[in-house]
């Protein structure tokens, strides 16, 4: 256990120390306020546009309730923190490939400990990349206050449906990384070949919007057969099911199978990935076949 956390407190601070998470960081809050004013400025003149941004305008998200919005939030940030940290993940494994260094490192360290401390030390720094957007967030929302005195409606913030649906959001997301980042180590241990490569993303990548959009439908066909199956399936269920259970359209016992499922699969996949990973990290230029693949899960 001291082993694995050395090896995720190393690759934590070479991350947050590289220039490119401090640019990131500080830039993207930046880009994304300056794209809402841009698309705000085109929705003048766009009746599209005005009716896709504002939330006023009619159509069949008035019928939704505040709980299924934040729910289907929470799929949407899920789906897009996975997109993001998933691909650094699938990087790190990828380059270590062709880095003869890891040779001596898997003399000494078990090649799990090494997935699993890259794929908890990049879920890590995303988080601490969102506290500090947050806090970005909450400083200019506090100078805005000094200048232009606004109402915020604390209650609503901390009432409990919200801290129910946080519990339920912070379950969810957890799962569903720890399950997709798995399968992002495992693919990238997989090949050192670029093409092959982005066979391997374009697959997850898919996987990832199929979710999503059923995710989306799910907001408002809680009740439809392709929801209910989506709930229990751990590929769907961190975007499908906490929807359900955040709006409260799943029962609590739904909700707890839903979430023993999806921890019983992030766990069985993690097993799996760490044993592709050490098996595959040391074959370089080889292409595996499905075969290979069987008698790495096979391994102990």
Same mark, same amino acid.
């Given at each position: ?117 890259? %794929?908890?030390? #990049? $879920? ?6 969102? /506290? @500090?957007?947050? &806090? ?103 975007? %499908?099911?906490? #929807? $359900? ?6 029962? /609590? @016992?739904?909700? &707890? ?44």
């Amino acid at each position: 256990m001291n082993r694995l956390k050395t090896i995720i407190y190393h690759e934590y601070m070479m991350d947050i120390r590289g220039k490119g998470f401090w640019i990131a960081t500080f830039l993207m809050p930046v880009l994304v306020l300056g794209f809402g004013m841009f698309i705000g400025f085109l929705a003048q003149d766009s009746d599209a546009l005005t009716n896709t941004v504002s939330p006023t305008a009619p159509g069949p998200h008035d019928d939704l309730s505040g709980m299924q919005i934040v729910g289907m939030l929470c799929g949407m940030f899920l789906t897009l923190f996975v997109m993001v940290y998933g691909a650094q993940i699938f990087n790190k494994v990828k380059n270590e490939k062709t880095n003869r260094i890891v040779e001596i490192i898997v003399a000494s360290v078990p090649g799990r400990d090494m997935m699993l401390a890259k %794929v908890i030390s #990049v $879920g890590l720094v995303g988080l601490t990349q969102l /506290l @500090l957007w947050g &806090l970005l967030i909450g400083l200019m929302i506090m100078v805005l206050y000094l200048f232009a005195p606004i109402s915020i409606p604390i209650g609503e913030i901390f009432n409990l449906d919200a801290l129910k649906a946080l519990m339920w959001a912070i379950i969810y997301f957890i799962g569903g990384y720890v399950f997709y980042g798995s399968m992002f180590a495992a693919v990238g241990a997989l090949t050192d070949k670029n093409n092959e490569n982005q066979e391997y993303m374009t697959i997850l990548t898919f996987i990832l919007l199929g979710s999503f959009y059923i995710g989306m439908f799910a907001v408002d066909n809680q009740d439809s057969m392709l929801t209910t199956w989506c709930n229990y399936i751990p590929l769907t269920s961190p975007t %499908v099911a906490v #929807v $359900g259970a955040i709006s409260g359209s799943l029962s /609590l @016992l739904q909700s &707890l199978i839903s979430v023993a499922v999806l921890y019983a699969s992030a766990l069985t996949t993690l097993s799996f990935a760490g044993k592709i990973y050490t098996s595959a990290l040391l074959l370089k230029g080889k292409k595996f076949s499905p075969k290979d693949i069987v008698t790495f899960l096979r391994s102990k």
